[in-house]
């Protein structure tokens, strides 16, 4: 597993590491709780293709009633 680099407490920002991947849970507040983010490289993409066109749809299509285009 990849290196947990940053932790404050239960409800702070969070920051983990692996060699093509790095996830980050960015706290934002109370109200709003977190903000994730994941970037990961082209290597890691055609390792894990379906999480990672996964992911890139959530990018751009985050509300899930929206129709498909």
């Known amino acids: 597993m990849g290196e947990l680099l940053y932790q404050r407490g239960p409800a702070e920002s969070l920051i983990r590491l692996d060699a093509h991947i790095a996830q980050v849970a960015r706290y934002i ?30 990018t751009a299509h985050w509300d899930q009633y929206e129709a498909k285009h």
Do not use: I, K, M, V
Request: glycine content about 6%; proline content about 3%; hydrophobic content about 45%.
């Open 29 to 58: 507040d109370n109200f709003f709780g977190l903000d994730q983010w994941f970037l990961f490289d082209t290597q890691w993409g055609a390792e894990h293709p379906d999480l990672a066109r996964s992911l890139l749809r959530y």
